[in-house]
């Protein structure tokens, strides 16, 4: 008797956790937002820190001062790099 209701107990937390996992992929996403444009003095200050071979202040400052996203950060950061390199 008391393992049918073992049974019924995990095939019932089993529905459950489907369900939850079903409504979480199914939630929407939302697309990160396009990142303001930095001034000039900005990119400067960044050339100046790439150049120190400082990648991650690099980043750190990006986000800040536009509000991008890390991989957004990054890509912009490389392309930064090949300005200087």
């Known amino acids: 008797m ?3 209701i073992l049974v019924i107990a995990s095939i019932a937390i089993a529905f459950l956790a489907g369900l939850w ?7 929407p996403t939302k697309k990160p937002k396009q990142p ?8 400067l200050k960044i050339l100046e820190v790439l150049r120190q071979q400082r990648k991650i202040y690099a980043l750190k400052l990006y986000r ?3 509000g991008a996203t890390l991989k957004q950060a990054s890509e912009a950061i490389n392309r930064f790099k090949k300005e200087i390199f």
């Open 2 to 4: 008391l393992s049918l």
């Open 21 to 27: 996992m079903g409504m979480a992929i199914s939630l």
């Open 36 to 43: 303001r444009k930095i001034t000039k003095g900005e990119k």
């Open 64 to 66: 800040k001062w536009t």
